[in-house]
């Protein structure tokens, strides 16, 4: 028996909701923000892929004809629930139930930008020969270091309503663009003939 999209929908979610507390559980320390960054890049993606896949490849096999419009709906439901539902729970717990995670967040993805910004500014430096360059160089950097000064950065907050919403605005694409490819790859060419002659 075939499981619903629905089905696979809430399987991803519990999937995703178990990744993120094992990183908040083991990994919430100095490097939290970095882990939880190459989770969302690495892990996530291929967490979500594979219930696409798992999704209709189930359908396919119990199936002789499956169009482009189904076989994108079985990719897509799944990842579309799992995902809302797993950003919706995420802000919730951040925003409401462990602050401090939220505040460690917001303060490692802060010093990440200064360090990168001072990564960035060394890197060029060492490359740069005509004084003009450099001047400019220096003006770009106080500018940029200005915006992640301490000062500037009080009170702001990474992770709010609007962040969560932009943040599934871009993994909706990459939603679509995995649906789009399994309803191409899973898609039936013909009917049976069983159906054309019925």
Same mark, same amino acid.
């Given at each position: 028996?075939?499981?619903?999209?629905?089905?696979?929908?809430?399987?991803?979610?519990?999937?995703t909701?178990?990744?993120?507390?094992?990183?908040?559980?083991?990994?919430?320390?100095? &490097?939290?923000?970095?882990?939880?960054?190459?989770?969302?890049?690495?892990?996530?993606?291929?967490?979500?892929?594979?219930?696409?896949?798992?999704?209709?490849?189930?359908?396919? &096999? &119990?199936?002789?004809?499956?169009?482009?419009?189904?076989?994108?709906?079985?990719?897509?439901?799944?990842?579309?629930?799992?995902?809302?539902?797993?950003?919706?729970?995420?802000?919730?717990?951040?925003?409401?139930?462990?602050?401090?995670?939220?505040?460690?967040? &917001?303060? !490692?993805?802060v010093?990440?930008?200064?360090?990168?910004?001072?990564?960035?500014?060394?890197s060029?430096?060492k490359?740069?020969?005509?004084?003009?360059?450099?001047?400019?160089?220096?003006?770009?950097?106080?500018?940029?270091? !200005?915006?992640?000064?301490?000062?500037?950065?009080?009170?702001?907050?990474?992770?709010?309503?609007?962040?969560?919403?932009?943040?599934?605005?871009?993994?909706?694409?990459?939603?679509?663009?995995?649906s789009?490819?399994?309803?191409?790859?899973?898609?039936?060419?013909?009917?049976?003939?069983?159906?054309?002659?019925?």
């Amino acid at each position: 028996m075939t499981k619903s999209p629905t089905t696979f929908g809430i399987i991803l979610f519990i999937a995703t909701m178990i990744v993120f507390f094992v990183v908040y559980v083991f990994f919430s320390g100095i &490097n939290y923000f970095d882990i939880s960054l190459k989770v969302n890049a690495f892990v996530l993606p291929i967490l979500y892929a594979g219930t696409a896949f798992w999704s209709v490849k189930t359908f396919w &096999n &119990n199936n002789r004809y499956v169009t482009f419009k189904d076989a994108f709906k079985r990719a897509f439901y799944p990842m579309f629930i799992g995902g809302f539902l797993s950003v919706i729970t995420i802000f919730l717990f951040l925003n409401f139930v462990d602050k401090d995670a939220k505040k460690l967040l &917001n303060y !490692q993805y802060v010093e990440r930008q200064r360090t990168e910004l001072n990564a960035e500014y060394t890197s060029a430096k060492k490359v740069l020969k005509h004084q003009k360059d450099i001047d400019e160089l220096e003006k770009k950097y106080k500018e940029t270091l !200005q915006r992640v000064s301490d000062e500037a950065v009080k009170g702001k907050d990474m992770l709010t309503s609007s962040h969560f919403a932009g943040y599934f605005g871009g993994i909706l694409i990459f939603y679509l663009v995995l649906s789009l490819f399994f309803g191409a790859f899973f898609r039936t060419k013909s009917k049976p003939e069983d159906d054309e002659e019925a």
